[in-house]
């Protein structure tokens, strides 16, 4: 894809390394922001030919032969100080007979540029078929608006919390999508996001044609779940991320062997995992965490980096490291939404397993090999779909993965990401 040269972009100066002494870390503490958050993710952006800094003419003759145009912007809610932050990639020659964009949603605590991988992919995709592709940060998450999230429900009144919490996340959506002009969109979103996006097409269902739900929190119920919160922080990246074998249609046997993992895994949840989840039970966040250790935080952040992503390069990792590290360190805001949400080992209150029947739209979950999010649930809202009169439900498991199916491989998650992009057609 013809795109725009990094000898056109305004210099940007390059991510700290990540730290190991306190120095460091108190350096990087000291100079993080939303200015720094800002370049954080102009970088990771930086790696798409086709992305235009703000302070970039369209008219730049490098993009002119391009057939997508990337820009990120920052969209003002009717609520003074609420705004969501978002990438558009936009399709030069739109087709009249474009499909609906799709729109890519992160999970809990994360923003837009961990899809820094699949966004080449996509944009191809928008290209060819002549639409767009958008992705936000959630409101209280990443670079949006760091507004004050608070719950006006009792405590008891679980039901009313959980409409709460989910109307903060998917109102501030619907109002981007008019505020956009969107009609109708394919929603891709992970883990939270992917929850938030069932929810949200549940209560706006004309405006989603197709949900395709990566490795999504909050789907099963609670006896025998084998969802593992805690690692998310102690787990590590694939080192077979870059193997070329397809995601496959999940089998019975291949789901018994994920809850085989997850169930050995969970005999040997250590202390360290148990404090985690009972952190996560009383309400804090692991991004509160963080902030409480001050100082130290960007080396606790670091650990996780290096850790979690050793799929990546070694830039990748330093820069994926600053990323996170900002908007980890910025306002506490969204990041509380999830005890009324999620009950202990984040499974949900209300159980989307119960809820999915009520969709008429294709609905595609899919889990990594090596996740922490228990698969199951996805097979029995395969069969509620069903029994519900939906055929159009599918499930797929991307190997070398684990909850971050698209960092660990992106390979075959974004060519399945385009089958399921295509197929849409099909399936109305």
């Known amino acids: 894809m013809a795109g725009s040269s990094s000898s056109l972009h305004l210099p940007i100066p390059p991510a700290r390394d990540i730290p190991v002494t306190f120095s460091a ?97 996509l944009a191809t995709w928008a290209g060819n078929r002549g639409t767009n592709v ?25 039901p009313g919390r959980v409409q709460e919490a989910e109307s903060f996340f998917v109102d501030s959506l619907e109002e981007w999508r008019s505020k956009m002009g969107v009609e109708k969109m394919t929603l891709v979103g992970h883990s939270l996001g992917a929850y938030f996006s069932v929810v949200y097409a549940l209560r706006y269902p004309t405006r989603v044609h197709k949900l395709i739900l990566l490795s999504p929190a909050g789907v099963p119920h609670n006896p025998d779940n084998l969802t593992m919160p805690s690692r998310e922080l102690t787990d590590t990246g694939d080192s077979g991320s870059s193997a070329s074998a397809p995601a496959e249609p999940a089998s019975a046997s291949e789901i018994r062997h994920i809850r085989d993992q997850q169930r050995a895994m969970k005999k040997e949840e250590s202390r360290s995992r148990r404090l985690f989840t009972y952190l996560w039970e009383e309400g804090w966040s692991p991004f509160q965490v963080v902030r409480s250790t001050v100082f130290w935080g960007p080396m606790l952040v670091g650990k996780y980096s290096s850790r979690r992503f050793t799929g990546l390069t070694k830039d990748e990792t330093r820069d994926m490291h600053d990323y ?80 971050h199916v698209y960092l660990d491989n992106p390979t075959a998650t974004n060519d399945l990401l385009i089958e399921e992009l295509n197929l849409a057609d099909q399936q109305q």
């Open 134 to 158: 958008y992705a936000l940060d959630w409101l209280g998450m990443g670079r949006s608006a760091r507004i004050p999230f608070r719950i006006k429900a009792k405590r008891d009144d679980i």
């Open 25 to 121: 870390s108190l350096k990087s503490w000291w100079s993080a922001g939303e200015k720094q958050g800002a370049a954080a993710e102009e970088r990771l952006l930086r790696r798409l030919p086709f992305f235009l800094p703000e302070r970039m003419s369209e008219s730049t003759s490098a993009v002119d032969s391009s057939p997508v145009i990337a820009r990120s912007e920052r969209i003002e809610l009717a609520s003074p100080k609420h705004y969501l932050n978002s990438l558009s990639i936009k399709a030069t020659n739109p087709s009249p007979t474009a499909p609906p964009p799709a729109v890519v949603l992160h999970g809990y605590g994360a923003g837009l540029g961990f899809f820094f991988r699949n966004f080449p992919t």
């Open 324 to 403: 996170i590290l900002n908007i980890t360190l910025a306002k506490g805001s969204g990041e509380y939404c999830i005890s009324h949400i999620l009950a202990p080992y984040a499974y949900a209150h209300m159980p989307l397993v119960d809820r999915v029947p009520a969709l008429k739209i294709p609905v595609t979950f899919v889990y990594g090999e090596h996740d922490w999010m228990d698969p199951v649930g996805g097979l029995q809202s395969l069969e509620n779909l069903r029994l519900a009169g939906n055929e159009n439900g599918r499930m797929f498991v991307v190997p070398n993965a684990g909850h």
